[in-house]
């Protein structure tokens, strides 16, 4: 088994697995199970070890230990795949298609067009760059997204070796993203640490994440700090790259779900008018909002202050407090990938451990807003 201890934070010890790119966080009687798993030693006898350091009942024991090395296995099992290069099939196929729709969009410098071969499959991904859509048909590099079977693909036009194949749209479009911000900036898929479910928020000068899962009020309370003169960094995926841990902008729309519609509409038009939407196959519980205009010096990238793990509950007023390290990392393995390159997972809990973490839950909107540009004040 191979695995890289990156950090013991309090009483806890951090663990990456390299093959299955997981952490997991041990109490010192696990982290001494751990050990003599690792060298090893079967389980009946760690058990009976246990049992004598910790003075514990001799069943109790061995069922623990048996629930700790069941899953460190799982743990040391390679991870599957999702992302499958199949450039073969296309190289013997020959599969093309006449698509869809052609989508132009100007991305600061850079102009992409999206080749989609069905309505659905446009339905998935146009949306949120609506905004970003231009008239012109002059394109730097032409992404091609389409179905193979039961899988969908990705490939860049006339580049059969760039093809993958996805079990649902959420990782093709995670998966383009990542192709275009990598064209934005001149970068590969090795300069990135890590990808985060977040809404980013600058003043010009850091960043600071709002992290959460969906419909737990992030992006509307991205919508509101930008109506209070904060930019949108990002919102859903922030790349944070590995040399200088910094958050890159992509400015894809806000997404907000009708229960936010009444709340800022004040602020963005009539989020209940069906045609608010610049696409019109569009859900109608969702609208896209547009984020302030990005000119081409905001595109550059900002130091991370803090993460603020989000949660709105209309019945509570403001409730934020500050989160140790070991528990903040929990959170935000929930909703982030982190590169598997073993020194960027050196320097990511390096990075991460100095980071301020904390927990809002909100149900007073203008308290939320408050404690948020505070951050940014220093308060």
Sequence with gaps: MTQIVEKKINDNHIIWFEQSNKWIQLEEHAWFVNKLYQKGIDIQTISRKCAQKYNLPALECLRFVQKICSEITEL???????????????????????????????????????HFETRLVEYYIHPTLAHLETDSSSTDVEFEIYNHGNNSVLMEKNRPETAYTFDDFIRLKKRLYINMVNIIYQKTNNDWL??????????????????????????????????????????????????????????????????????????????????????????????????????????????????????????????????????????????????????????????????????????????????????????
């Design 76 to 114: 040391s099992k390679p991870f599957p795949v999702c992302v499958v290069n199949f450039s073969s099939i296309h190289l013997t196929s020959g599969y093309s298609f006449n698509p869809y729709s052609t989508r132009n969009y100007l991305i600061g410098k850079k102009r992409f067009a999206l």
């Design 194 to 379: 890590s990808f985060v479910h977040a809404s980013a928020m600058t003043d010009g000068k850091q960043a600071i994440l709002l992290s959460s899962a969906s419909g737990s009020g992030k992006s509307s309370m991205a919508a509101l700090l930008q109506t209070k003169g904060l930019q949108l960094i990002s919102d859903d995926f922030v790349p944070i790259d590995a040399k200088n841990k910094q958050a890159y902008p992509f400015p894809a729309a806000i997404s907000v779900k009708e229960g936010a519609f009444d709340l800022l509409s004040p602020y963005y038009g009539d989020l209940h008018d069906i045609n608010y939407n610049k696409y019109e196959y569009t859900h109608r519980s969702v609208r896209y909002l547009t984020p302030k205009p990005l000119d081409i010096k905001m595109f550059k990238a900002r130091p991370v202050k803090c993460i603020v793990y989000i949660r709105y509950n209309p019945s509570v007023s403001c409730n934020f407090k500050h989160i140790p390290s070991n528990e903040a990392l929990k959170l935000f393995h929930e909703q982030a990938w982190v590169s598997g390159n073993p020194e960027h997972t050196k320097a990511f809990i390096n990075w991460f451990v100095k980071l301020q973490c904390f927990t809002m839950e909100y149900g007073d909107t203008e308290k939320g807003i408050n404690t948020i540009l505070g951050l940014f004040k220093g308060k």
